[in-house]
T-cell receptor
Framework: EDKVVQSPLSLVVHEGDTVTLNCSYEVTNFRSLLWYKQEKKAPTFLFMLTSSGIEKKSGRLSSILDKKELFSILNITATQTGDSAIYLCAVRGAGNEKLTFGTGTRLTIIP | GAVVSQHPSRVICKSGTSVKIECRSLDFQATTMFWYRQFPKQSLMLMATSNEGSKATYEQGVEKDKFLINHASLTLSTLTVTSAHPEDSSFYIC???????????FGNGTRLTVT
């Protein structure tokens, strides 16, 4: 059974700080790892990672995957209050359409 | 980008009634859609995979007679919660992808409250 573990479960930092969110996984025939941001409603897509060592970047957010050690990190630099959300990590195995989600990291940015 | 629309966004119903939730792919065709459920402060749990023109595939522990799924067209899947009970109160989210290997895109979810 596919498994995704995220840490920390929650994190509270001050605006301007940099945060690193962790995601480790076990999946049969890994295909991709995805990061989502969830505020009050449904998750919005951030990144999809398929190859090790290639950093994906979007503004202040970046993510990288290590397929040997089976983990990924999501970095957010110069955090803003609008970054407060639950960040979800999910994995997809080959031949499997569905995603398995971790429990998420609840990030709170204090002004 | 791919847009998934879900309706209604919020519904309150009495115990014993049935509730239908619609999920539409607005700018792409989706042969497969996914229905997730999320309890407060918990992650998304896959309930079932909806397949256009055929029966849905349910995850272990999900009652198919209670959560009826119909995927009658390439842009519409519906989830009907039959004979709802208070323990069915939850956040239900549908999702779809617009191509093989593409990320899942989610609807805005439906918050169901059964009184």
């Amino acid at each position: 059974e596919d498994k995704v573990v995220q840490s920390p479960l929650s994190l509270v930092v001050h605006e301007g700080d940099t945060v690193t969110l962790n995601c480790s996984y076990e999946v049969t025939n890994f295909r991709s790892l995805l990061w989502y941001k969830q505020e009050k409603k449904a998750p919005t897509f951030l990144f999809m990672l398929t190859s090790s060592g290639i950093e994906k970047k979007s503004g202040r957010l970046s993510s990288i995957l290590d397929k040997k050690e089976l983990f990924s990190i999501l970095n957010i630099t110069a955090t803003q209050t609008g970054d407060s959300a639950i960040y979800l990590c999910a994995v997809r195995g080959a031949g499997n359409e569905k995603l398995t989600f971790g429990t998420g990291t609840r990030l709170t940015i204090i002004p | 980008g791919a847009v998934v629309s879900q309706h209604p966004s919020r519904v309150i119903c009495k115990s014993g009634t049935s509730v239908k939730i619609e999920c539409r792919s607005l700018d792409f065709q989706a042969t497969t859609m996914f229905w997730y459920r999320q309890f407060p402060k918990q992650s998304l749990m896959l309930m079932a995979t909806s397949n256009e023109g055929s029966k849905a595939t349910y995850e272990q522990g999900v009652e198919k007679d209670k959560f009826l799924i119909n995927h009658a067209s390439l842009t519409l899947s519906t989830l009907t919660v039959t004979s709802a009970h208070p323990e069915d109160s939850s956040f239900y989210i549908c999702s779809a992808r617009d191509g093989t290997g593409s990320p899942l895109h989610f609807g805005n979810g439906t918050r169901l409250t059964v009184t």
